[in-house]
Nanobody
Framework: QVQLVESGGGLVQAGDSLRLSCAAS????????MGWFRQAPGEEREFVAG????????YYGDSVKGRFTISRDNAKNTVYLQMNNLKPEDTAVYYCAALAYFGTMSKKSIDTWGQGTQVTVSS
């Protein structure tokens, strides 16, 4: 099993950019499709983006399409989430996840969760 640690969250203004990182431990990282989810206060955990094992294929939640980009570096055991043109509604705790299978958007199809990193976007 892989362990995940997110970093890169913070407080930014609307329109700014931020890059989140998720460092994985364990030699099995490249064997997992990976994803990002987020959860705002009082809301359900929401799918943000997913990437396949090689990094060649990605998919996104509707609310972030065209603004967020997921990528991975298997040599560094790291997955990234580049977030551009941030909006106040992007404010949430962002979680990295090892997906049970590529293509899932369900928070129930997760092998491992990270601990989360807070992103706050002020207007």
């Amino acid at each position: 099993q892989v362990q995940l640690v997110e970093s890169g969250g913070g407080l930014v203004q609307a329109g700014d950019s931020l890059r989140l990182s998720c460092a994985a431990s364990g030699r099995t990282f490249s064997g997992y499709p990976m994803g990002w989810f987020r959860q705002a206060p009082g809301e359900e955990r929401e799918f943000v983006a997913g990437i396949n094992r090689s990094g060649e294929s990605t998919y996104y939640g509707d609310s972030v399409k065209g603004r967020f980009t997921i990528s991975r570096d298997n040599a560094k055991n790291t997955v990234y989430l580049q977030m551009n043109n941030l909006k106040p509604e992007d404010t949430a705790v962002y979680y990295c996840a090892a997906l049970a299978y590529f293509g899932t958007m369900s928070k129930k199809s997760i092998d491992t969760w990270g601990q989360g990193t807070q992103v706050t976007v002020s207007s």
